[in-house]
């Protein structure tokens, strides 16, 4: 409740630099904006979605 996703996933990375961060929104121009501070690395997907992309994405992050 007082803080953003953004921010929960800021201090992460402070905490671990090698997290793996997808934000979920169906606002992703905020999530994407280069002045956030968003980790660099943090993957967005787009609501609406289908179930097989999250689950791609999520294998993808994983692999990485």
């Known amino acids: 409740p007082e803080m953003d996703g953004i921010e929960l996933a800021r201090r992460a990375a402070e905490i ?15 999530a994407l904006n280069p002045d956030s501070d968003a980790p660099r690395n943090a993957k967005v997907l787009s609501k609406p979605f289908h179930l097989r992309d999250l689950v791609a994405q999520v294998e993808r992050m994983l692999a990485a």
């Open 16 to 30: 671990d630099p090698d997290i793996k961060v997808m934000f979920i929104t169906g606002f992703a121009a905020v």
